[in-house]
């Protein structure tokens, strides 16, 4: 079956930097046939899209609340990809879920019902 985990979340001071990873087993999502993107969600609030990759790092998309302070990677020895948050803010605090689905195009997907694989999510927090 397929599952993604979820790890790297945690307290932060604004200002702070925290990385987050998600493992996937069930599938290879550092092939070129899936896109792998991260997503947010707060308490009352829908979620958010945050960044992606498509078709194994072929093209990249940010959300412009985040756009020059995260980064997204992949390690595929590991069958994973991150997410590097620098320069945290309050408004970053969500819980933070992994998303996968598999794409035959090239536009990078950024909406949540376009994502078929979900991980649990951790939780990320930046205090003032």
């Known amino acids: 079956q397929v599952q993604l985990v979820e790890s790297g979340g945690g307290l932060v001071q604004a200002g702070g930097s925290l990385r987050l990873s998600c493992a996937a087993s069930g599938l290879t999502f550092t092939s070129s046939a899936y896109a792998v993107g991260w997503f947010r969600q707060s308490p009352g609030k829908e979620r958010e899209f945050v960044a992606a990759f498509n078709r194994s790092g072929g093209s990249t998309r940010f959300a412009d609340s985040v756009k020059c302070r995260f980064t997204i990677s992949r390690d595929n020895a590991k069958n994973s990809v991150h997410l590097q948050m620098n320069s945290l803010k309050p408004e970053d605090t969500a819980v933070y879920y992994c998303?996968?689905?598999?794409?035959?195009?090239?536009?990078?997907?950024?909406?949540?019902?376009?994502?078929?694989?979900w991980g649990q999510g951790t939780q990320v927090t930046v205090s003032s």
């Open positions: 998303a996968a689905v598999r794409v035959t195009g090239w536009r990078t997907p950024d909406r949540e019902y376009e994502y078929n694989y």
